[in-house]
């Protein structure tokens, strides 16, 4: 399927008002290697291709079989240059068209990629891990009757008045209990 794309042909600097005429080209949605290297070769002084269908481009190159590191090799831009357009197409299709329309920058439009992706990210992460206790639901002290050495704690805790860690013992009488619990498995 083609899609519309505008190239912009700058005029010469004769003048100190640059003319600009805009030309209409379009661009298969599945090009193949040769067609968007030969797109993306085009000097960038002479013309501008619409960020979204250099994006387009670019990840034909990738398609084929190319890292981000070779496709930037091949068509003389940074890696970073790459990578930064690939990310647009992560753009919905409606926020697409507003780039293309000119409505967005292209780094208002990366913004707004690495703001998706973070809040993704953060969704996720908060998803996967238990934050505390459920509300309502009672957890037993890691050190209290459960406890291998609670037994040891209640025997040797003589302390009266002391607050009892777990209901068992207190704070002195569990490390006491501790050091010579790893003393002995050494």
């Known amino acids: 399927m083609s899609r519309p794309g505008y190239i912009d042909k700058r005029g010469n600097n004769e003048s100190r008002r640059r003319r600009r005429t805009w030309l209409l080209a379009t661009f298969d949605e599945d090009l193949g290697p040769g067609k968007a290297r030969c797109l993306l070769k085009l000097s960038p002084r002479c013309i501008r291709v619409v960020p979204i269908e250099e994006a387009r481009a670019l990840r034909a190159l990738v398609r084929s ?76 002290p890691y050190f209290g009757d459960t406890h291998p050495l609670a037994s040891t704690v209640r025997r040797i805790c003589s302390h009266r008045g002391s607050p009892k860690v777990g209901g068992v013992g207190c704070g002195a009488c569990w490390e006491h209990a501790i050091r010579a619990d790893a003393q002995e498995e050494s």
């Open 65 to 140: 079989g190319l890292t981000i590191t070779d496709t930037a090799k091949r068509v003389g831009k940074a890696a970073s240059h790459v990578s930064n357009r690939l990310m647009l197409l992560e753009l919905p299709l409606e926020e697409q068209e507003e780039l293309r329309a000119g409505h967005y920058t292209i780094t208002h439009a990366q913004h707004l990629v690495r703001n998706a992706r973070e809040a993704e990210r953060r969704r996720e992460s908060a998803e996967a891990r238990p934050v505390g206790r459920p509300k309502g639901a009672k957890t037993k």
